[in-house]
């Protein structure tokens, strides 16, 4: 079974240009998640669909960021503009159920310079 | 607001040391708590998930205990091994998202 796979691994970008992240979670998996952890901090919450559905975007830091999981399959997480402390490493996972063990892809590493 | 701690942030032993990693929770009502492994520069490999109405979990060498009346797990790894040179990260869902602990960076010595 393949586990939660992420693209770009790294993406490097100027101050105000746009990225997007893309996430595939495990087949079957309806609860996906994005974290982000920024440099010496925690890793942080940022929003849970469920399905297609955005059940809690409340660590979502503002409105630059838009995620999207057209259909229930994969995620996209779009940063535009992006800014100096959007730098991090985004993290995907995903779930069978809202209480279950969650899997971690590899995360993508955004440098905004 | 849930707040997780764990002490200590780095630990050094010799190969074959027992390690003794601790995590601490402010409330205690969660649905589960999971211990995760990172290595540099790469994602969080799951290693144990403990429901909250459960009082260990155990993967071969990793034994995981969940106190939740008092805010506390701890993660056991015997006989540890170069091998087991990472950052060990806890979690617990306190709602449907989990909330991190800064982790602690092992170290075992050849």
């Known amino acids: 079974e393949a586990g939660v796979t992420q693209f770009p691994s790294h993406s490097v970008i100027e101050k105000g240009q746009t990225v997007t992240l893309r996430c595939d979670p495990i087949s079957g998996h309806d609860n996906l998640y994005w974290y982000r952890r920024v440099m010496g901090k925690e890793i942080k919450f940022l929003l849970h669909f469920v399905k297609e559905s955005k059940q809690d975007e409340s660590g979502m830091p503002n409105n630059r960021f838009l995620a999207e999981r057209t259909g229930g399959t994969y995620s996209t997480l779009k940063v535009q503009p992006a800014e100096l402390e959007d730098s991090g490493v985004y993290f995907c996972a995903s779930s069978r159920t809202r209480t279950g063990e969650l899997f971690f892809g590899e995360g993508s590493r955004l440098t905004v310079l | 607001k849930q707040e997780v701690t764990q002490i200590p942030a780095a630990l050094s032993v010799p190969e074959g040391e027992n390690l003794v990693l601790n995590c601490s929770f402010t409330d205690s009502a969660i649905y589960n708590l999971q211990w995760f492994r990172q290595d540099p520069g790469k994602g969080l490999t799951s290693l144990l998930l403990?429901?909250?109405?459960?009082r260990e979990q155990t993967s071969g060498r990793l034994n995981a205990s969940l106190d939740k009346s008092s805010g506390r797990s701890t993660l056991y790894i015997a006989a540890s091994q170069p091998g087991d040179s990472a950052t060990y990260l806890c979690a617990v869902k306190p709602d449907y998202k989990l909330s991190f602990g800064a982790g602690t960076t092992v170290t075992v010595r050849a």
């Open positions: 403990i429901q909250s109405s459960q």
